[in-house]
């Protein structure tokens, strides 16, 4: 293949990109399903030692110590760079994020801090007993419902 038939190609692949990307419209569909991909792994982590706790699977404090960990890495990383202003329920596909989130920012910050401090708290008890985790998992619980009740468009 000579180059300026490559570049042809290239081109062509340049234009139907662009194309695709217009034809979509909506701004925040790689944001939203980044904060969906966050959401989605702490709840995975939180099901491994949720299982524990309720005696479906043997306590493990290794298993149960690396749960904690990974679910206090990706408490770390949100923060309004998820959702930006405009992405809420209504106004982006998939979003069931409510508007009052900016309405209340600070709030919504401070439930974001409370995640964190309880995950860091999980992240110290989780491998210690099956006590430990189960009073971590109590307050790391009680952090994410917090903020699904205000901001969370329920999906039912
Ligand atoms: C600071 C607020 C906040 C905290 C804390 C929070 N969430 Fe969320 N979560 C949201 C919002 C807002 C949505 C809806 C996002 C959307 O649809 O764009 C959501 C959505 C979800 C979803 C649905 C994801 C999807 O693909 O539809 C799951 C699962 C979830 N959260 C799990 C958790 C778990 C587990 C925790 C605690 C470890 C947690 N969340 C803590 C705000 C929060």
Excluded at 3 to 17: D, E, I, M, R, Y
Excluded at 28 to 35: G, K, L, N, P, S
Excluded at 88 to 115: P, R
């Amino acid at each position: 293949m000579n180059h300026l038939k490559l570049l042809g190609l290239t081109s062509a692949l340049v234009l139907t990109g662009l194309t695709v990307w217009a034809q979509t419209d909506d701004p925040f569909a790689d944001i939203v399903e980044t904060r969906h991909g966050l959401m989605m792994q702490m709840a995975a982590d939180v099901g491994k030692m949720g299982a524990m706790v309720k005696g479906e699977v043997p306590y493990d404090a290794a298993i149960a110590a690396k749960a904690a960990a990974n679910v206090a890495a990706v408490a770390s990383v949100i923060s309004m760079d998820q959702f930006p202003a405009g992405s809420e329920v209504g106004k982006s596909a998939d979003s069931f994020a409510k508007a009052d989130i900016w309405a209340a920012q600070d709030d919504f910050l401070t439930k974001i801090a409370d995640l964190n401090t309880a995950a860091e708290a999980l992240k110290a008890a989780a491998g210690t007993d099956a006590d430990s985790l189960k009073a971590g998992i109590m307050g790391l619980g009680k952090a994410c419902g917090a903020c699904h009740t205000t901001y969370r468009q329920s999906e039912g």
